[in-house]
């Protein structure tokens, strides 16, 4: 007869796992230790930077000025890489405990499957006709014992497995939130790696412009009405609509979503930049054309996204199977980092869309729509708004919280850079109302 006793072992991990996740402890602390050298050396690049700016505005100072913001922006970079590395490490160690406990439920089941077989076996040969075969006693008592043991071993198995799965879920949570920061750190990268390349531009265009002469720079500094002009007419790019618009076309939107919410026409629009600025991928996934992997059904995360843009495509009358969405991102690897699906200019993931809606048709009186400029400006306002850009003071924050739902400082290139940009958006529009 089966016992409980002679089940297998349960699963253990090997000497050689256990070498293998101390390792990675090992790489996180040594990652920290020069993240946090690296650290202290942007605050001293932008401490300088505060000293060059308040200087007199020359050539000079310009050129150091671009200088020490490109040394900053490349320590910037490296840690954001080490933060990769770290979270990457921590992904490994994550989907370790994961595979850990899976081959862990699997092992209960082979014992659960143990079990019921011998209780099968029990079922066949009633307990009355063991007793009766046992020659005394003391050998039936025996055998009652057993079969107890049968059934409170699977019990037990039981619960274990209750329990193991309760720390799947646990650790499958802990997963999408890693995966989420994953793909947080890689957006700021790509801010970053932009701005360095802007400020790399900027200081080789500047040298042509002015041939290094200190007269000619301020030459290029007093000519506002040129200003005026490039500004007037500069593209606002916001990719995921089929047009392009002027900066100034861009203000009158800014500037009646402002109207409705309370939100700085220059802070709308940089948010809107950034996301822009951001969108290397966006609307380049579930296009008319596109392969089976760029599919909504795809790179849109099943249990939150999908269901909602089916009902929003529904709504508006167009094909959910060609209207464009984000792709996923992907790390250095090509390994896809989290999901796609957000909508439009101001990047709306379809389950949030859903939450603004209704509060965009409420205020243009029409159907709301994600893919049109004026409704993502619009939702794109009223969800600042909330997030605390009602003034200025609140605008770094809310820029945080419409990036990553927090104000986490491991993102705040993030925030830094919507209000440097805000200030010369800020600028922009002043030229344009002097005119």
Do not use: H
């Not at 862990?104 to 014992?111: C, G, T």
């Not at 071993?153 to 209750?162: A, M």
């Not at 000619?216 to 200003?227: E, G």
């Amino acid at each position: 007869m089966l016992m409980v006793a002679l089940l297998p072992p349960i699963f253990s991990v090997s000497a050689q796992d256990n070498s293998a996740l101390q390792q990675a402890e090992n790489e996180k602390i040594q990652l920290q230790q020069q993240l946090d050298e690296i650290e202290k050396q942007i605050i001293q690049y932008e401490e300088q930077l505060k000293t060059i700016t308040g200087q007199k505005n020359t050539l000079q100072n310009k050129i150091k000025q671009l200088q020490n913001q490109q040394a900053a922006l490349n320590l910037q970079i490296k840690a954001t890489n080490l933060q990769i590395a770290r979270l990457d490490t921590q992904l490994k160690q994550t989907q370790f405990s994961i595979d850990e406990n899976i081959a862990r439920i699997e092992q209960y089941q082979e014992q659960m499957a143990q079990i019921i077989r011998t209780i099968d076996e029990y079922d066949n040969y009633p307990l009355m006709y063991t007793i009766i075969d046992k020659d005394n006693l003391s050998d039936a008592f025996d055998e009652i014992e057993r079969r107890s043991q049968v059934f409170t071993g699977l019990k037990d198995v039981l619960s274990k497995v209750q329990e193991t799965k309760k720390q799947l879920d646990q650790q499958a949570e802990i997963l999408s939130d890693q995966q989420d920061e994953a793909k947080n750190l890689l957006s700021v990268k790509i801010l970053q790696q932009q701005k360095l390349s802007g400020s790399v531009g900027e200081q080789r265009n500047l040298l042509q412009q002015t041939k290094g002469v200190e007269k000619n720079y301020q030459t290029v500094l007093t000519d506002s009405k040129k200003k005026a002009a490039e500004v007037r007419t500069r593209l606002y790019q916001l990719l995921g609509v089929s047009t392009q618009i002027t900066f100034g076309e861009a203000v009158k939107i800014a500037q009646w979503a402002s109207e409705q919410t309370g939100v700085r026409i220059a802070f709308l629009l940089a948010i809107l930049t950034q996301e822009s600025n951001l969108g290397k991928n966006v609307g380049t996934c579930n296009r008319p054309g596109d392969p089976p992997e760029k599919s909504w059904k795809v790179v849109m995360k099943p249990s939150r996204d999908q269901q909602p843009f089916l009902a929003i495509t529904a709504e508006l009358g167009m094909d959910p199977n060609t209207t464009p969405v984000s792709c996923p991102m992907r790390d250095s690897k090509g390994n896809r980092i989290g999901w796609g699906g957000a909508m439009g200019p101001a990047q709306f993931i379809p389950s949030t869309w859903m939450g603004y809606k209704n509060k965009v048709t409420e205020i243009t009186g029409m159907l709301a729509n994600p893919w049109d400029i004026r409704d993502a400006f619009i939702a794109a306002a009223i969800k600042l708004k909330a997030g605390g850009a009602g003034s200025v003071s609140g605008e770094w924050a809310a820029a945080m919280r419409y990036f990553s739902g927090s104000t986490n400082t491991k993102y705040r290139f993030y925030g830094d850079s919507v209000v440097a940009l805000a200030a010369q958006y800020q600028n922009d529009i002043d030229t344009l109302n002097a005119q």
